[in-house]
């Protein structure tokens, strides 16, 4: 079983060699997840900065939406990793305009220089998935990673 001190060694390599989104598709293939991305704040929008999807790997990129649309609202103003492995079984999220949409969900904020969240990486999927405390505890390690490139905060980020 590789350590998550042996994956965070790769996606370190990946990312200097081919970027954030080689990051995103690694991490993607540690879970059953359709869908990684990285997600940053703008004010109320939630704005793509990087997208895998591993059944149209082709597409690198999704429409920006709401806040209040998605599930990193709650890594937003927690500012702390939020997961869901079933919406339909967690009161959490009842009344969430996306619970039925999007069954399972894992965010972890990325955090700026004064400690606020700007972004998100999350997986997602319309199916309910559980991951693994390793999994969670890799994400959290990646995006602390992810937090110190530059280029991705934009001006009205929170």
């Given amino acids: 079983m590789t350590s998550t001190i042996d994956h965070l060694t790769q996606m370190k390599d990946l990312a200097s060699d081919h970027g954030i989104r080689a990051v995103l598709i690694y991490l993607n293939g540690l879970t059953e997840h359709r869908f990684t991305a990285l997600y940053r704040f ?10 895998f999807d591993r059944e ?13 649309a998605s599930y990193c609202l709650f890594v937003r103003d927690s500012g702390n990793t939020f997961v869901t492995m079933d919406s339909m079984v967690d009161a959490r999220v009842t009344g969430h305009p996306k619970r039925l949409e999007v069954r399972s969900y ?4 990325l955090v700026d220089e004064e400690g606020r969240a700007f972004g998100t990486v999350c997986h997602f999927d319309a199916r309910p998935l559980a991951i693994s405390d390793q999994n969670v505890e890799l994400m959290e390690a990646v995006a602390a990673l992810i937090s110190s ?8 980020t929170r």
């Fill in 149 to 156: 490139s530059v280029g991705l905060r934009a001006e009205g």
């Fill in 106 to 109: 894992c965010g972890v904020p």
């Fill in 42 to 51: 703008d004010l109320e929008q939630l704005k793509n900065a990087f997208f």
């Fill in 56 to 68: 149209r790997p082709e597409v690198e990129t999704c429409s920006d939406i709401p806040v209040m």
